[in-house]
């Protein structure tokens, strides 16, 4: 059974001659849980630390705000350790979170620089996402992993982790973090998709396809699935539908390989050189990573964390469902779970051996 420490979110004064109260800030509530819990007893001195988290996209509004970021740095630099905060680029090659100078440029205007941050921000994977190490693993779908290059160098790796719903995965997690987050596009894509891309019938030979391929993967308008990284550069490009992709997958199939490759992601870093902070506040019913952000549908919990991935999931899920299912109660709206299949991810990052999904909660006042 895993330790999971949780300091809550509310900030209650009742009396107004009580209001200057700074020990109620959630922000100093989460220096306390880190001073409280040793979550960072494990961080030496001079050790490289990545803190890795989600900027989310142009038009997000409920992403982790940067002065928990800047308070993570902070305590990590009081121990001794070099943090840089990081994110990966998305898949594709021509929208903006897709390269790492669009994704800084929508990480500031989101509110993450370093200066208000505290530490450099550097993309782990590259330019383009194409730095990588190639991991293998035996895992039920996926067999090799694309685990994002600067994570080869890092003495250790703090998951700072806005929880959350997600429409084909159930929930938005540390597994999600460490799964999809660290890994390049090639990785990216063998978990949304099990096929790679094809030219199909609707190919004109316009050449678009070939000029944007980095790695001259297409030959004679075919697709050489040896030399191609399934970045989906040339389905961008295409005018006429001519490349094929999907099946995107969901629930218990997208869970699975989202597990798969936070196995890969371990193999590289070592798991025990991880800590996991799950904010759960503003819980939105998707992801960070769409343009928009939805109204949180359940209220404001607070800060789990934990030295176990699958633990600090497994609590927040059990609490979310509790809040779900008495919100559900009072207004009919159909439980986000029976769609997707968030226990999957729990269950199988489990049987892997990335973590334990019970656990033993530890309140911080």
Request: hydrophobic share 40%.
């Amino acid at each position: 059974m895993s330790e999971v420490y949780f300091t809550d979110s509310r900030a209650r004064v009742m009396d107004p001659s009580e209001w200057f109260q700074p020990n109620l800030s959630l922000v100093n509530k989460l220096r306390f849980l880190i001073d409280k819990s040793g979550l960072f007893d494990f961080i030496e001195k001079n050790d490289i630390v990545a803190v890795k988290t989600h900027f989310g996209d142009r038009g997000t509004t409920k992403t982790l705000r940067s002065i928990y970021l800047r308070t993570i740095v902070k305590e990590i630099e009081k121990r001794g350790g070099r943090p840089f905060v990081t994110e990966t680029t998305g898949l594709g090659l021509t929208r903006d979170r897709a390269t790492a100078l669009g994704r800084l440029e929508i990480a500031e205007e989101n509110g993450y620089t370093s200066q208000t941050v505290g530490a450099p921000i550097i993309i782990a994977d590259g330019l383009l996402g194409f730095d990588f190490v190639r991991v293998p693993i035996n895992g039920k779908n996926l067999k090799e992993i694309y685990v994002a290059k600067a994570f080869e160098h890092v003495d250790k790796v703090v998951c700072a982790t806005h929880f959350k719903l997600h429409m084909q995965g159930g929930i938005g997690g540390s597994i999600k973090n460490i799964g999809v987050g660290c890994v390049a596009k090639p990785s990216k894509f063998d978990l949304h998709c099990p096929n790679p891309p094809e030219i199909n019938e609707n190919c004109t030979e316009c050449g678009l396809c070939v000029e944007i391929c980095p790695v001259n993967a297409i030959e004679n308008f075919k697709i050489n699935h040896s030399k191609c990284l399934k970045c989906i550069g040339c389905n961008e490009v295409c005018e006429y539908d001519a490349v094929t992709i999907g099946p995107w997958l969901s629930g218990a199939d997208i869970c699975e390989r989202i597990v798969e490759c936070a196995k890969g992601v371990f193999e590289v870093v070592g798991k025990e050189n991880f800590a996991f902070i799950n904010f759960m506040i503003d819980v939105t019913p998707h992801c960070d990573c769409h343009p928009y952000s939805d109204n949180p549908i359940v209220p404001d919990v607070g800060i789990f964390a934990s030295r176990d991935m699958v633990s600090v999931d497994a609590a927040c899920l059990d609490v979310l469902k509790k809040l779900e299912a008495n919100r559900d109660a009072l207004t009919g709206e159909r439980k986000f779970w029976e769609w997707t299949s968030p226990e999957v991810q729990i269950e199988y990052a489990e049987k892997l051996g990335l973590g334990e999904k019970s656990y033993e909660i530890f309140a911080e006042d």
